[in-house]
């Protein structure tokens, strides 16, 4: 007996407390009682109606029925879930936000990342309390015909990704340092951004019924599309959780390390299975789209890098390596403006450098040019990128726009941004025609930070690549500062 | 134990919130953080709590800096915030077992010490209760209790006593000298200066980021007043004693209040003797001859001028 009490203890010990405190109030708090009240009843009413109406058609076909009443049945759940766990998780997240509490767990010997992951483990178990009340109807659905048993699991299974997704979003939005009507704003664009995953997801459980998915579970394909589709949703919440793990973690530590890691992470393996497509499919055009998704993803670390504090704290200093070759392997994973201007520069370059890379090696055959178009593209956006980046730097250092803060430097890179954009598309419309070069867009968009694919490229790596020289000539300074007060810190007196 | 507070510096932008200061207090001692809104004391309490990082300076804890070893520093502080616990659907006795599990305490270690933290803190008889359902004392017995699950030798309290009953307070300083008897080193501040004043053995004055005045409670009330304060009620009518007054050695500020006589006495405790026995010589009847002790809100508003940053 004192054994099983031991093992008992063993496993109370081995869970996360956030989980236990977590379980502990969804059960005491009436939300979740009466939200899986509701959900049985509603799936025991849709259950009967099924079983009324099939046995009124007893006469007429009734080979459809299990599958009818399963697709009505599993919209239920994962509207439910898809709405209810979420905004339940992100609500409690962001309430506990703004109070002391998170803050008194880091006194503690918590980790940022375990509150983070105690709360997903939390919602995914409420949702599994959930989907495990209504798999008795979902199997019962067998017996009526018309759906195979495999295709249910394959199903459910695709909507757990589904709400762990829409989970993980729900805490990334919840961690952010937005005051209470802006959360509130985010909460409700959630709540209705979210709602169209639902006809999404049942679309393709209706297509994936109707063509047999089932019968296609024991082949290679349906495995290569079911590993590629985890993989890819995977890194999106992996992503999302290190955003929300920096977001809780206290400002004197090394808040960029798990996003950066994880940004790199998803690099990887995203990499690895859009290459395994092309393979497959001999089509480099999704090897194109993903070089063009990193490109859009590191946009936002490169301009939330110039929002990052200048100089580093004594505790993060002490994780530097005293070795000068550490440090310089280190230095893109620390928080810091210039190591986040590094780390997002190394990793849009690589982005782009390893498409030709992986095309001539994996299609060494492939006539198409349009790889290198998008490498064109991408490298002119680049430029204009890190441009529009160090000037507003620049200009926030000088002393202009003081008003907006060093932490909000982004604010001052979407306005200049947006100005290079529209001012010389106005200015055109209103002007075009009465200057020397006249209604020559080429000339007019020279200082537009999206590249125009149709127009020549030389102008605007001739402009841009000067620009680029000379804002980095201008800081060149505060890049050798920064790096050389990039050391460990030394032991207090 | 000891808690040093070294060259402590924290800026936000242009303002100082804590601009270099220094003091220590050690085991057993009750230190008294005083000072206005804004003048510095929750900065420095989190940083002592490793929840800020200082921009200079550093604080140590037996030796432990809080900057350079922030994990081994959490293990000997017990922090309590100004703000009380919001989680609503939890009971004291959850709540309690939720910090003990996150300090790492085992399974039946974990039961023992929230046992006798409930125990000590007299919240046994309401650890079923939910959170929601307690008063603003009971809540903030629960921070205390929750702050003394590890056994830390460092208590920072912040604003322990705001917005508490007398009954409640009085029960908190009761804790508080408890702790304090068992050895801990505890740092408080509060708005409420009579009831730091029975407690504390010593006091930091801060205003604006910087310390006005710091040690034991005798030592910095001396300092502030370099003459003893010494009233006098004679028996009859004061005028002639007031007069006789302004003759004799080491007297100054002298002032009649009544039916009292008010001075300051620059001589030794030796002197006040001689005052008093010359007084009597004199042939005064004196009904009442004492020296009012300054207290602590006597010595914050003579030293602090009421800014804020």
């Known amino acids: 007996m004192s054994g099983f009490v031991s093992i008992l203890d063993s496993l109370d010990d081995a869970m996360s407390p956030v989980v236990v405190k977590e379980l502990r109030q969804a059960v005491r708090g009436r939300f979740i009682v009466m939200l899986l009240m509701a959900f049985l009843a509603t799936q025991l009413v849709t259950m009967g109606i099924a079983l009324l109406v099939g046995a009124e058609n007893a006469a007429a076909d009734t080979t459809a029925m299990g599958r009818t009443t399963f697709l009505w049945l599993f919209g239920i759940l994962l509207g439910t879930c898809l709405l209810c766990i979420p905004l339940y998780t992100g609500i409690r997240l962001g309430v506990e936000r703004s109070d002391s509490d998170v803050d008194l767990l880091f006194i503690t010997t918590i980790r940022p990342?375990?509150?983070?992951?105690?709360?997903?483990?939390?919602?995914?178990?409420?949702?599994?309390?959930?989907?495990?009340?209504?798999?008795?109807?979902?199997?019962?659905?067998?017996?009526?015909?018309?759906?195979?048993?495999?295709?249910?699991?394959?199903?459910?299974?695709?909507?757990?990704?589904?709400?762990?997704?829409?989970?993980?979003?729900?805490?990334?939005?919840?961690?952010?340092?937005?005051?209470?009507?802006?959360?509130?704003?985010?909460?409700?664009?959630?709540?209705?951004?979210?709602?169209?995953?639902?006809?999404?997801?049942?679309?393709?459980?209706?297509?994936?019924?109707?063509?047999?998915?089932?019968?296609?579970?024991?082949?290679?394909?349906?495995?290569?599309?079911?590993?590629?589709?985890?993989?890819?949703?995977?890194?999106?919440?992996?992503?999302?959780?290190?955003?929300?793990?920096?977001?809780?973690?206290?400002?004197?530590?090394?808040r960029a390390r798990p996003v950066r890691l994880a940004l790199f992470l998803q690099w990887c393996v995203t990499l690895a299975g859009t290459t395994f497509l092309v393979v497959k499919s001999s089509d480099q055009r999704p090897l194109i789209a993903w070089m063009i998704a990193q490109v859009a993803l590191l946009t936002i670390t490169a301009i939330a890098a110039t929002s990052e504090r200048h100089q580093i704290g004594a505790r993060v200093a002490n994780e530097i390596p005293v070795n000068p070759l550490g440090r310089v392997a280190v230095f893109p994973f620390f928080s810091g403006s210039a190591s986040g201007l590094v780390w997002s520069a190394l990793m849009i370059l690589g982005s782009i450098a390893v498409l030709p890379l992986i095309i001539k090696l994996v299609m060494p055959l492939t006539p198409s040019n349009d790889y290198r178009e998008a490498i064109l593209w991408a490298g002119d956006y680049a430029i204009y990128l890190f441009g529009f980046v160090l000037t507003a730097m620049a200009i926030r250092d000088a002393g202009a726009f003081t008003r907006i803060p060093q932490s909000r430097t982004w604010i001052l890179v979407v306005l200049l941004m947006l100005a290079s954009a529209f001012i010389p598309v106005a200015g055109w419309i209103l002007f075009g025609g009465k200057t020397p070069f006249g209604k020559d867009m080429t000339i007019w968009m020279l200082a537009s930070p999206i590249p125009n694919p149709e127009e020549p490229q030389m102008a605007r790596y001739i402009f841009g690549g000067i620009w680029l020289a000379i804002v980095l000539l201008v800081r060149r300074n505060w890049f050798a500062e920064r790096f050389a007060s990039f050391r460990r810190a030394a032991p207090a007196a | 134990m000891r808690v040093d507070i070294r060259n402590l510096t924290r800026t936000f932008g242009a303002t100082r919130a804590v601009d270099d200061i220094s003091f220590s207090f050690g085991a057993g001692e009750v230190f008294g953080f005083v000072g206005p809104n804004g003048a510095g004391k929750t900065t420095t309490m989190r940083i002592l709590a490793t929840l800020d990082e200082p921009t200079a300076g550093d604080a140590l804890l037996d030796g432990i800096s809080v900057v350079q070893e922030p994990e081994k520093a959490r293990h000997r502080i017990g922090f309590v915030p100004d703000s009380l616990p919001t989680h609503s659907d939890i009971t004291v006795e959850e709540y309690l077992d939720f910090f003990a599990r996150a300090y790492g305490l085992k399974a039946a270690k974990r039961h023992e010490v929230v046992a006798e933290?409930?125990?000590?803190?007299?919240?046994?008889?309401?650890?079923?209760?939910?959170?929601?359902?307690?008063?603003?004392?009971?809540?903030?017995r629960v921070c205390l209790a929750r702050a003394l699950l590890h056994d830390p030798p460092v208590l920072i309290l912040d604003e322990p006593a705001a917005g508490l009953d007398p009954r409640a307070r009085i029960e908190l300083r009761e804790l508080l000298r408890a702790l304090a008897a068992q050895g801990k080193a505890i740092l408080i501040s509060s708005h409420i200066l009579t009831e730091l004043a029975e407690i504390c053995t010593g006091a930091v004055i801060i205003e604006q980021g910087r310390i006005l005045r710091a040690g034991t409670l005798e030592n910095i009330i001396a300092e502030s007043q370099p003459a003893r304060r010494i009233v006098i009620r004679p028996l009859g009518q004061p005028e002639g004693l007031h007069r006789e007054l302004l003759q004799l050695p080491h007297v100054s500020a002298v002032a009649l209040t009544g039916n009292e006589v008010?001075?300051?006495?620059?001589?030794?405790?030796?002197?006040?003797?001689?005052?008093?026995?010359?007084?009597?010589?004199?042939?005064?009847?004196?009904?009442?001859?004492?020296?009012?002790?300054?207290?602590?809100?006597?010595?914050?508003?003579?030293?602090?001028?009421?800014?804020?940053?």
């Not at chain 1, 290569?224 to 589709?229: D, E």
């Not at chain 2, 929601?132 to 004392?137: F, P, R, V």
Request: with cysteine; proline share 4%; hydrophobic share 55%.
């Open chain 1, 113 to 254: 990342r375990s509150i983070i992951l105690g709360k997903l483990t939390s919602s995914m178990l409420l949702t599994l309390l959930i989907f495990a009340s209504s798999l008795p109807f979902m199997v019962f659905t067998y017996f009526l015909r018309g759906i195979d048993m495999p295709s249910i699991f394959v199903l459910l299974a695709a909507g757990l990704l589904a709400i762990a997704v829409m989970v993980c979003l729900a805490i990334m939005l919840a961690t952010l340092p937005v005051s209470k009507p802006f959360k509130v704003i985010i909460g409700l664009n959630f709540a209705f951004g979210g709602l169209p995953a639902l006809p999404v997801i049942m679309a393709f459980a209706f297509s994936f019924l109707q063509g047999g998915g089932g019968s296609r579970i024991t082949t290679g394909t349906f495995w290569v599309g079911a590993a590629i589709t985890l993989v890819f949703t995977t890194a999106a919440c992996v992503v999302m959780l290190a955003i929300s793990v920096a977001q809780v973690t206290p400002p004197a530590a090394n």
């Open chain 2, 117 to 140: 933290v409930q125990e000590f803190t007299n919240l046994t008889g309401i650890r079923e209760k939910l959170l929601k359902a307690l008063s603003k004392g009971m809540k903030q």
């Open chain 2, 262 to 309: 008010s001075l300051e006495f620059a001589g030794n405790e030796e002197e006040v003797c001689e005052l008093l026995a010359e007084l009597i010589r004199r042939g005064h009847r004196l009904a009442e001859f004492r020296q009012p002790k300054s207290n602590l809100e006597d010595l914050f508003m003579s030293v602090t001028k009421g800014g804020v940053q």
